[in-house]
């Protein structure tokens, strides 16, 4: 077995939250503590911690802190309190349903326990949060066991954004898979795109992918059709916001563009994502929605270096759609779920 270099991105040490910074990666290794929900909601926001996973665990040790620090006179303000800390982090970001399932599942929890004392109610939650977190890292080295299996020696496996280590707990989950299968001894190469415009492919998974000295070429957004066509890419493997049952996927910007080309060049097109990033409740119709616009000047202003064009607009979707119908397989971690995707995707979430 190849050995593999994993970080942990999101922890708890006293009554605070630590985390690695990802805006200065891969310049700086720095890492933050706050037992402060406000600074906690500036970190989602600015993408100090980010992807779909780790943010909902985040979430979950933002809400175990927030018990733990509180000075609520008993365990119902103490409820109240965390009603509102739950409303605060769930606005931070609105496309990874990960982040909304995982505040749902603490508050649960904290309506569970209303007659134990503050403290008591403070540590379960805690535990609670850390339970999430241990089954994001079963989950990602589950789904990189079941995505393995599609993975050839000799393949090239063109990847979007950042879906390692970075991006949930434990191996990741596009990233994951890819991982997987060369930490088991398949020789396999990566296109990975730079992911404009925050460069989380240029930035952190190249960081990734050089620590596991996993071979792999680093390209603009923009060369994708030109690998797929010309550099012997036969799979293509990305991670995921939100899953609605018909398979529709939403994840960072680029991806559908990506998914047409694979199609174009008949590339297998697959998706790797725990269950906890499948929506049950959406409506096709109604995803547009929850699509995240971000601030026009992430565009304009490159790494906030270089400033494009004055008093120009731009436009800044963080997400897009990749119909089920185009993607070949979702890797989770009860299997490779297949068309029909209303059956297989809501077997998954049976855990069947
Ligand atoms: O805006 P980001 O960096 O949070 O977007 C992340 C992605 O789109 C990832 O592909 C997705 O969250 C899956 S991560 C395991």
Redesign the pocket.
């Known amino acids: 077995m190849r050995r593999l270099s994993l970080i942990d991105a999101v922890s708890m040490s006293g009554n605070e939250i630590i985390w690695i910074d990802q805006t200065k990666l891969p310049f700086k290794e720095k890492y933050v503590g706050s037992s402060s929900v406000s600074r906690l909601c500036t970190a989602i926001k600015r993408?100090e911690i980010?992807?779909?996973?780790l943010?909902g665990i985040a979430a979950a040790f933002g809400i175990a802190a927030a018990a733990a620090n509180s000075d609520a006179k008993d365990s119902d303000a103490l409820l109240r309190e965390l009603k509102s800390t739950a409303k605060r982090i769930n606005s931070t970001r609105p496309t990874?349903v990960n982040l909304q399932n995982c505040i749902n599942r603490m508050m649960k929890k904290a309506e569970e326990l209303p007659s134990l004392p503050k403290k008591t109610m403070a540590k379960r939650l805690r535990e609670e949060a850390y339970r999430i977190k241990d089954e994001e890292e079963k989950a990602s080295a589950s789904m990189g066991r079941y995505g393995s299996t599609l993975i050839k020696n000799g393949d090239v496996i063109l990847t979007?954004?950042?879906?390692g280590s970075l991006?949930?707990a434990g191996v990741?989950?596009?990233l994951g898979v890819i991982r997987t299968a060369y930490a088991s001894g398949k020789n396999i190469k990566v296109i990975a795109c730079e992911t404009r415009p925050?460069l989380?492919g240029a930035r952190l998974t190249a960081w990734e992918l050089k620590r596991d000295s996993i071979p792999f070429e680093l390209i603009t957004d923009s060369a994708a059709a030109y690998a797929m066509k010309n550099r012997g890419v036969s799979k293509v493997i990305?991670?995921?916001?939100r899953i609605l049952l018909d398979g529709s996927t939403a994840?960072?910007i680029g991806t559908y563009a990506l998914a047409i080309i694979a199609k174009e060049h008949n590339i297998p097109f697959y998706v790797a994502?725990p269950v906890s990033t499948i929506d049950p409740r959406t409506k096709t119709a109604n995803m547009l929605k929850k699509i995240e616009q971000r601030s026009p000047e992430e565009v304009l202003n490159v790494l906030s270096r270089l400033r494009i064009a004055k008093d120009a607009n731009a436009l800044n979707p963080?997400?897009d759609i990749t119909p089920g119908s185009m993607i070949s397989g979702i890797i989770t971690e009860k299997g490779v779920a297949r068309k029909p995707y209303q059956k297989s995707l809501a077997k998954a979430i049976r855990g069947a």
Not at 160 to 163: A, G, I, K, R, Y
Not at 238 to 241: F, I, K, L, S, W
């Open positions: 993408l980010r992807g779909a996973p943010i990874a979007h954004c950042n879906t991006a949930t990741g989950t596009a925050l989380q990305v991670g995921a916001d994840n960072k994502a963080a997400f």
